[in-house]
């Protein structure tokens, strides 16, 4: 009855978003980052500088020659032509709802052309818990170790203060 998609990949996700629309079920998916519109999910360049070239050109040459998708000029290259046919053939349409995380994210969707109508907040969160935790402070990072994701600045962060512990 509902399929929920959390992330994609450019070669194929689209294909399953077709499939759950003809098995007659429901497509939600929740966007942990902007792989649709990006072909690095990110609106960053390998370079970590903002880049919408993806969304304002719709020509995403410049992806495959900045190896946007993992740093990788033949998965850059399958990713844009992915990203073309999926546009053309409107394969976004198939999609009934689309969860996002942050209120900077809901701008950042409405600016890709997203309906409000399809849009639903579904933050991350850890519960709170009544009790403190016998833990030691810190800080802990979980996520791939690619520089856009920051772990640079919490390292430098973790430097500077001696009493602060940082699991990765």
């Known amino acids: 009855h509902l399929v929920h998609i ?4 450019p ?3 689209p294909l399953v978003f077709r499939a759950v629309k003809k098995a007659g079920a429901k497509c939600v998916l929740t966007l942990h980052n902007y792989r649709p519109w990006c072909i690095a999910g990110s609106f960053i360049d390998p370079s970590a500088k903002k ?3 993806c969304l304002e050109k719709k020509n995403r040459i410049h992806a495959f020659a900045k190896r946007c998708y993992r740093n990788s000029w033949f998965g ?3 990713s844009a032509s992915a990203h073309t046919l999926y546009e053309k053939r409107k394969d976004l349409e198939f999609v009934d709802v689309f969860f996002y995380l942050s209120n900077t994210q809901k701008q950042q969707l409405l600016y890709c052309g997203l309906s409000e109508k399809r849009l639903f907040y579904k933050p ?6 009544n ?11 979980v996520g791939r170790l690619e520089k856009e994701k920051g772990l ?3 390292l430098a962060l973790s430097n500077q203060i001696e009493e602060i512990i940082l699991v990765i």
Do not use: A, D, W
């Open 6 to 9: 959390h992330n994609t990949f």
């Open 11 to 13: 070669q194929i996700t």
């Open 51 to 53: 880049c919408m070239k």
């Open 76 to 78: 850059s290259l399958l």
């Open 124 to 129: 991350n969160f850890v519960p709170l818990l």
């Open 131 to 141: 009790e403190r935790p016998t833990v030691k402070e810190g800080l802990v990072f």
């Open 152 to 154: 640079e600045y919490l």
